[in-house]
């Protein structure tokens, strides 16, 4: 089969060259003059190129998947008739099955590993329907996910602090059903969707090492969502490319999402006006002049002060004093 990927190097190429970031002690920055209409368009540009020239592999899918025959006839049946298909794979989860096929998943973290355990179409995967490893759980919710399509599949949900159980949800058309121990029969849902368009209203994926792997930018609320942006696309076609076997489909509809990110750049890039740029720079040169003014006002009665600790050759250096007390602070 066509396998279809980005050529994410060539935008993370683009991406250090137009916005470089420096990496300091305390965090990372990045020159605000940056931040340009003719960088973006630049950006843009490249991107466009990307999606119009995909990169397309052949590809050869292993079968490993088994016969069941751990259930009763009717149930082995549903349940090779679901995970055999080629263009899923599949994740269950303990408890509150029924509730989940009627309205939605909610959980507490935006990953696949704390909530769900991974599937395989074997009888040695499968028999852990009879006796789950969480809370020995009746109802084993079945998330399937197609390989073919690589989408945000998370909501984030209004909570009232950081301590709220239900922080996001998944839609109830991504499960294909639920296994009930006590009736031994697996329940279709008859609203699951096999593949999925783009939702806007998703905003996180399911790698967690995807938001995870973003590098965090010093500076005003804006900038970093800018820079975020940037770093999201260059994530999305890593990950795309490299964690799933996106098709024709499934590549057209990363691209919406990604297009759908570089039109809200475009509405972040006309509110970084050069003059609030300007007022940017501004600001920071202003902060800096007012540090160097407390590093050269540090009195060396003050240096002398800590002779007796640090020895005759250290208090005669001032800065070699300050060099190590900042080290030892460090530690």
């Known amino acids: 089969m066509k396998k279809y990927e980005f050529d994410s190097e060539l935008y993370y190429k683009k991406l250090e060259e137009l916005y470089p970031t420096t990496t300091r002690l ?14 973006l368009n630049k950006i843009m540009d490249v991107t466009k190129e990307i999606i119009d020239n995909p990169i397309i592999k052949e590809v050869e899918i292993e079968d490993t998947k088994e016969n069941i025959n751990i259930f009763n ?11 055999h298909d080629d263009d899923l794979v599949f994740f269950g989860h303990g408890g509150r099955a029924k509730e989940i096929i009627d309205i939605e998943f909610k959980c507490r973290f ?44 998370y909501k984030e949900l209004e909570t009232n602090s950081n301590y709220d159980e ?12 639920y296994y009930d121990s006590e009736k031994n029969e697996f329940i279709k849902n008859p609203n699951f969707k096999k593949r999925h368009d783009f939702d806007p209203e998703c905003t996180i994926y399911q790698d ?4 995870m792997s973003m590098t965090s930018i010093d500076g005003p609320e804006i900038i970093s969502d800018f820079y975020n942006k940037l ?35 475009k509405e972040l ?25 407390y590093d050269d006002n540090i009195s060396d009665d003050w240096i002398d002060d800590w002779g007796d600790d640090w020895g005759e050759e250290i208090s005669s250096s001032p800065k070699k004093c300050r060099n190590l007390v900042w080290e030892e602070q460090s530690k």
């Open 73 to 83: 006839e009717r149930t082995n049946e549903t349940i090779n008739e679901i995970f």
């Open 269 to 293: 890039q006309n509110k970084i006006t050069p003059e609030y740029l300007q007022e940017l720079i501004d600001e920071y040169n202003k902060s800096k002049n007012s540090d160097n003014e």
């Open 110 to 153: 935006s990953n696949l590993s704390s909530h769900f355990v991974p599937l395989d179409c074997t009888n040695e995967s499968l028999e852990l329907f009879k006796k789950w490893p969480h809370r020995d759980a009746k109802q084993i919710a079945v998330l399937a996910l197609n390989k073919y399509e690589y989408n945000p599949i």
């Open 166 to 177: 239900n922080k996001y949800s998944i839609s109830s058309d991504y499960f294909v059903g």
């Open 26 to 39: 305390l965090g990372n920055t990045i020159d605000y003059n940056c931040f340009t209409e003719e960088n």
């Open 208 to 211: 967690e090492s995807l938001q």
């Open 231 to 265: 770093q999201l696309i260059s994530r999305i076609m890593v990950f795309s490319s490299n964690k799933s076997m996106l098709d024709d489909i499934g590549y057209k509809k990363v691209c919406q999402k990604i297009l759908y990110e570089l039109k809200n750049l």
